[in-house]
């Protein structure tokens, strides 16, 4: 995917990411981001028909060591939207990135938004 860059910000770019057919209606997708540490993976989530339908969250499980969030189931619990990590199943909030069962733990999340049918992320 191409990673042009459109607006910049303080020290984050807005740039494209993928397409809306690159996405699976409510699951997850993992892309690689340029930001100003370097490259990074990142979760899309995309819930069609939501208020607010993509979501953006670090790749990487902070429990296994592995980047397999995208892989992660999404869901509901207790009116919370969540992914939960396919490892070891702890669940974290897509709008904040939050770990529900380790309050200490929070995923990197980034401002992601359509335009037309492209994908943004500010990184």
Known sequence: MSTATAAKT???TWQTLCTRADLVPYSGVA???E???GPVQVAI???PGYAQELYALD???PFSGANVIARGIVG???G???VASPIYKQHFRLEDGQCLEEESVTLRTWKVSFKDDEVWIEA
Do not use: C, G, S
């Open 35 to 37: 930001t100003p540490e």
């Open 76 to 78: 509901d619990l207790k």
């Open 45 to 47: 989530f995309y819930l």
């Open 31 to 33: 892309a690689w981001v």
């Open 80 to 82: 919370q939207l969540v």
């Open 10 to 12: 303080m020290t984050q």
């Open 59 to 61: 790749h990487h499980d």
